[in-house]
């Protein structure tokens, strides 16, 4: 009988046996300053009626805090939606123009990465012949 995996051991399942693992996928790298993406409508919604619901005094867990949130999102008129939507389609204009400020701004470097960077002949396709 072979050993017990320790901790830092993984065990393997017998071929043709078990869930086969799945490659990670690499995080998208993070540019300082790049502007944060706009905001979902629902979650505007959240921020701003989150503090109705005082979780010290109803004693809820995350999960039913968030269900309450989302009944109460779906029993609003369409009225109501309307103002989140409208403050939704303003952010997204705010992240538009900083977008548009920030790629500007990074120009420059971008430029020269493309250039001066890459090594000779990075890219190109070998000749043929």
Do not use: W
């Amino acid at each position: 009988m072979p050993p017990a995996p320790g901790p830092n051991v993984t065990a393997t399942a017998p071929p043709g046996k078990g869930k086969v693992a799945k490659a990670k996928r690499s995080r998208k790298r993070k540019i300082p300053g790049q502007p944060k993406g706009p905001v979902p409508a629902f979650l505007l919604f959240q921020e701003e009626i989150c503090p109705a619901f005082d979780r010290k005094k109803l004693v809820l867990s995350f999960g039913d805090l968030v269900k309450k949130i989302i009944v109460k999102c779906k029993t609003m008129l369409t009225e109501e939606k309307g103002k989140y939507g409208d403050l939704a389609e303003a952010d997204k204009r705010r992240y538009a123009r900083e977008m548009d400020s920030f790629r500007h701004q990074m120009a420059p470097v971008i430029s020269m990465c493309k250039t001066e960077l890459r090594p000779e002949g990075f890219g190109m396709q070998p000749e043929v012949g």
